[in-house]
């Protein structure tokens, strides 16, 4: 994505670069969802960065409902063994909610402006990205 981008900017140093955009000195490149245009913005005019974590805690939902039959299963007279497939399929739906987990991150430029946003990626990424862009906020102040 970067390398595009950057000649353009030749005279700005690259900061952070991940799926979510690409960070310079001066400016943040944001590419859309499908990766065929780029959002240029401004350090300088960004108001407010927030992480937008995105889940499913349905998934949760339907995890606890599947251990408590599990228990209710294995304390029960008539079980009949239904307690190990019920805790199996409740610990996979742990591992989806956990495994669906994402974050984006929404850039505000004024305080009447349409936010920008990222594409969704992990929450690694939008922290990382956060991070960064504080940095080079705090580098041109």
Known sequence: M???SIPALSDERVVETNGLATVT???IMVPDAN???RTLIAVSRLTEVKVVKLSYPGLL???AALFLLAAAAFYSQQGDGAALP???AGLFFVIGYIGSRQATV???TTPHSEPTRTAAGSYR???ELARAIQAA???LA
Request: hydrophobic fraction near 60%; glycine fraction near 4%.
């Open 2 to 4: 970067a390398a595009f």
């Open 25 to 27: 000195d001066n400016w």
């Open 35 to 37: 990766g065929h245009s």
């Open 61 to 63: 939902v339907i995890a």
């Open 86 to 88: 019920l805790a199996v």
């Open 106 to 108: 929404c850039f505000l």
């Open 125 to 127: 990424e939008a922290a």
């Open 137 to 139: 906020q705090t580098q």
